[in-house]
């Protein structure tokens, strides 16, 4: 994974993460609320126990299967 800094629709410049799974390539530009009232860890542990809460673990990834 790369990351990158591009300029989004807007002109502004903004982080990014680029991967490119199979042959695809995907582009995750990161955005950040300036009235947010949550830290990165609160949202991430809410994230987290919201997911295992509904079952929602995910599933292995064709490379990672035997």
């Avoid at 800094?5 to 990014?16: A, D, S, V």
């Avoid at 993460?17 to 860890?41: C, G, N, R, W």
């Amino acid at each position: 994974m790369s990351d990158n800094i591009q300029t989004n629709t807007t002109g502004r410049l903004t982080p990014c993460l680029q991967k490119k799974i199979d042959k695809t390539t995907y582009l995750v530009e990161v955005h950040f609320s300036a009235t947010s009232t949550q830290s990165v860890e609160e949202k991430l542990k809410r994230v987290i126990l919201h997911d295992l809460q509904h079952g929602k673990q995910g599933r292995p990834r064709k490379s990672d299967e035997k």
